[in-house]
């Protein structure tokens, strides 16, 4: 995606998402959906397994350069010293490869001889500047805690797993890892609300801790004792939306847009509307972004005839263009707001000037909280700005660190963070959570504005700026 770029520091922004100038920016990409698979699970078998599963063994990102893959080549011979020289060389030239400062980070660990292990489940097939953007934050968080001495002196490892976003191969992972993989001690992940539902039922079931940074659907919340998120759930956001519409907007009656097909979409929607309903306003249309033959011209055309004064748009990633077709439909003739999947780099270089003024839920804004530590470091570590989902990976890391440093065993873990008092550093502040395993932080909300800092001629700023 083309932008012109006008200081060295909004490059290094860009860069830090893959390294490609010119592709979506770091922080815009959103999350795939897909149905959850039923039925029982199997652990994957052990060709998938190599596939799937690394410490550094094998490559899972398209972040691929020949010191890296030496690097990955000397520790499958067991060649740590070259494998270590491989992977610093390899960072010297690609300094924003979190993969790379994983492995180095875990090879590090393993000479100090005990470790303590983690997972960190990532969508790389299906969206890769997701996953990398999560690993950032695993691996920022990694970095901290081995260098400041480990937990309680014993070094965090991370295993890598990809997981496609795929229901189905989600089950499967998380079943290897309550089966095959007892060091360890909790997981990061998974990525869309879907796929951590699917696998929540087999942590739950296995007693083994997941920790979703990106999944806010409200069924999460009744997962299970063993999941937790660092993400606000749905019920915040779409209460957030809703109070926005009545108190700062102050209008009544809306229209929704959502995609029946996403357990996200849906779970977002159902907030927004009965937080609305019971203060006295009223959703006056349902459009089906994912409905066959949906054409946004005609669907707005029926909003603003049924007396919508509002467009509350609730997309997935599946469906961002049909959410930015309605914004161009409505021609900014009705304000618009949005959940978190809006916060992309398609609707800013595709709705232009037909977005402008809408405002959007997000868990974190690198402008909401600029003197905290984390942001800065973030900008140090990786040569440029990060967004919210390696914030909330950073987050999720830190509280298993946290939990394991107070009981270092599965059981203890989850019994850690249920505790009332627990605490962990994050992002910007404390991480707490309430007693449904959902974080206990409020919401930010964003507005597109005119501007220069993302280089698409229009900028998402917190409210209020």
Known sequence: MAQAKETAALVLSV?????IIGGAGWWFLQRANHSPNGGSVAPLSSNNQVTRF???????????????????????????????NALEASLRQFPNDPEALIYLQNLKAEQQGNTHAIAVA???????NIA????????????AVNENGGINGVPLKVILVNDDDDPAVVAQVAQTLVSNYPDVLGVVGHYSSDSSLAAARVYQAGGLTMISPTSTSVELSA??????????????AGSALAQYQLNRLQVQRTAVFYNNQSA??????????????????????????SA?????????????????????LAPSSAVID??????????????????DDAYSADVLRKGGSNVNGMVVVIPWHILGSPGQEFPQTAQRLWGGEVNWRTAMAYDATRALVTAIGSSPNRSGVKEALAQGNFVAPGSAGEVRFLPSGDRNQAVQLVEIQAGTRTGFGYDFVPVGN
Request: without cysteine; hydrophobic residues 45%; charged residues 15%.
């Open 264 to 289: 996200y979409s849906q779970s977002i929607k159902n907030v927004f509307t009965t937080d609305l309903f019971g203060q006295g306003g009223a959703v006056v249309g349902e459009f089906d972004l």
């Open 132 to 143: 990398k953007e999560i690993l950032r934050g695993v691996a920022q968080a990694q970095k």
């Open 54 to 84: 690394s410490r550094g063994e094998q490559i899972l990102t398209d972040d691929v350069n020949p010191n890296k893959q030496s690097a990955v080549d000397a520790i499958k011979s067991g060649d740590t010293t070259t494998a270590i």
């Open 322 to 339: 049909q959410m930015i077709a309605v914004a161009v439909a409505n021609q900014n003739r009705l304000p618009m707001i949005a959940g």
């Open 223 to 236: 997962a299970g004792d063993y999941i937790f998120r660092t993400v606000p759930s749905d019920r915040f």
């Open 292 to 312: 066959s033959g949906f054409n946004a011209q005609s669907a707005v055309q029926e909003a603003i005839g049924a007396g919508a004064e509002v467009l509350m």
């Open 122 to 128: 990532i969508p790389a097939g299906p969206a890769m």
């Open 15 to 19: 860069v830090v998402t893959g390294g």
